[in-house]
């Protein structure tokens, strides 16, 4: 599964939240890809993805999180992406 956080140098919002989401996540999952993305760097796949503010969360290439998450709400999202993947 791969995570992307989309985030812009300098933020302060981003910065704070950035380490515990990504423990999270490689904690919820086995396979877990976690990337950073610069969003000055990544614009173009950013609009094509949708999104406006940040720090926004993609998983597997899909807008999960047009804003910041909790902690909780990136393992429920984890957790359910991951049981879909299994039934199918």
């Not at 515990?20 to 976690?34: C, N, R, V, Y």
Request: glycine content about 4%.
């Amino acid at each position: 599964m791969k995570i992307e956080l989309f985030y812009a140098p300098g933020c302060d919002k981003c910065a704070a939240n950035r380490e515990s989401l990504k423990t999270a996540a490689e904690h919820a999952g086995s396979d877990i890809q976690w990337l950073e993305l610069d969003v000055l760097k990544n614009m173009d796949y950013a609009v094509d993805l949708g999104v406006l503010t940040l720090p926004a969360i993609a998983i597997d290439g899909v807008l999960e999180f047009p804003a910041l998450p909790n902690v909780k709400q990136l393992v429920e999202a984890i957790t359910r992406k991951s049981t879909a993947a299994e039934r199918s």
